[in-house]
C-alpha cells in the first residue's frame, strides 16, 4: 500500500536559517503529492503541491520537486521567519486530489528569533 | 465564502460514554472525507462521503463509530462506546471536485478519560 516517510521532528532554526524537511514516498502508479501546514490553532492548509514527476510546487516561499527517481518531495525555504513555526505534514494521493490523502507523521518546526 | 466548521472544537468525555463530532463543509461541496491523528501520529483517512453515500469507508476502526451525512450536507461522526485509544483529533474536510483540492477545517480535539 501506500506509504510516506517524514523527517523525524521537532525541528528548531534561527530566523533566516534554511529549512529543508525530508519526504520520501512508497506509492503504485503516479501519485500526487502534498505539503500541507498547521499553525497554532487552525485546521489543515495546502502549501503546496505537485501531480507528475518533475513537477515543482511552490508557494510562499516554499519549495519541493517531485523525485521520481528518489521518491521523494522535500520542502525547502531559504530564510524561515518566525511565522513559519507550525506542524508540516507530507501526503500523497493516487488520484488528481480528490481521494483519500496518505500523511506522514508530521513535522512540527519551530523557529527562534 | 465560509469554510470548514467542525464542532465542538475540544471534548473530554469518559470511557464508555458517547460522543458525536459535527462537520459542516463548504457549501455546494459534494465530497466530504473524515481523517483522525491519534497520539502525533500520522493523520489517517476515516472515510469519504459524495453527496449521502459513503464512497469509501475502508478507514473506520470499527463498528465504534457510525458516520452520516444528512442531505449531503453536514455530517457527524459518533463514538459510541468511547475507548481510551479514540483520544487523537479528528479533522474534517471537503472538496467540490478533483481539481479544487480539499479545505480542511481546525479539527476536533477528543479526550477520552
Known amino acids: 500500500g501506500n506509504s510516506v516517510t517524514q523527517m523525524e521532528g521537532p525541528v528548531t532554526l534561527s530566523e533566516e536559517a534554511f529549512l529543508t524537511i525530508n519526504c520520501t514516498y512508497t506509492?503504485?502508479?503516479?501519485?500526487?503529492l502534498f505539503w500541507y501546514v498547521q499553525y497554532p490553532g487552525e485546521g489543515l492548509q495546502l502549501l503546496l503541491k505537485?501531480?507528475?514527476?518533475?513537477d515543482k510546487g511552490s508557494n510562499k516561499g516554499f519549495e519541493a520537486t517531485y523525485r521520481k527517481e528518489t521518491t521523494s518531495f522535500h520542502l525547502e525555504k531559504g530564510s524561515v521567519q518566525v511565522s513559519d513555526s507550525a506542524v508540516y505534514f507530507c501526503?500523497?494521493?493516487?488520484?488528481?486530489?480528490?481521494?483519500?490523502?496518505?500523511f506522514g507523521t508530521g513535522t512540527r518546526l519551530t523557529i527562534i528569533p | 465564502e465560509a469554510g470548514v466548521t467542525q464542532f465542538p472544537s475540544h471534548s473530554v468525555i469518559e470511557k464508555g460514554q458517547t460522543v458525536t463530532l459535527r462537520c459542516d463543509p463548504i457549501?455546494?461541496?459534494?465530497?466530504l472525507y473524515w481523517y483522525r491523528r491519534v497520539m502525533g501520529k500520522e493523520i489517517k483517512f476515516l472515510l469519504h462521503?459524495?453527496?449521502?453515500?459513503?464512497?469509501?469507508e475502508s478507514g473506520m476502526p470499527n463498528n465504534r463509530f457510525l458516520a452520516e451525512r444528512t442531505g449531503g450536507t453536514y455530517s457527524t461522526l459518533k463514538v459510541q462506546p468511547a475507548e481510551l485509544e479514540d483520544s487523537g483529533v479528528y479533522f474534517c474536510?471537503?472538496?467540490?471536485?478533483?481539481?479544487?483540492?480539499?479545505?480542511f477545517g481546525s479539527g476536533t480535539r477528543l479526550t477520552v478519560v
Open positions: 474536510a471537503s472538496s467540490q471536485d478533483y481539481m479544487g483540492g480539499y479545505t
Open positions: 506509492a503504485t502508479g503516479y501519485p500526487s
Open positions: 505537485a501531480t507528475k514527476a518533475d
Open positions: 501526503a500523497l494521493s493516487a488520484g488528481f486530489g480528490n481521494e483519500k490523502l496518505t
Open positions: 457549501s455546494g461541496h459534494d465530497n
Open positions: 462521503f459524495v453527496k449521502e453515500s459513503k464512497q469509501d
